[in-house]
């Protein structure tokens, strides 16, 4: 048999539980893309800068 309390406090759980997930989430994300531009300079400070690819010749 169906008990539509637990029923109604399940529902409320989850709820709750996935708003909370979600703003983690965003959260998380949001920092992630603040903090690309500080790892790109690192990136960039310890790896040799890629020169120019070079062009191919065509044959003639």
Known sequence: ?????MSM??????????TARG?????????????????QVWFDSFLPAAGKPRRSRKAK
Not at 1 to 5: L, Q, R, Y
Not at 9 to 18: D, E, G, K, Q
């Open 1 to 5: 048999m169906k008990n539509p309390w």
């Open 9 to 18: 406090y399940l529902s409320a759980a989850n709820r709750i539980a996935n």
């Open 23 to 39: 703003h983690a989430t965003a959260a998380v994300k949001r920092e992630a893309a603040k903090n690309t531009g500080v790892t």
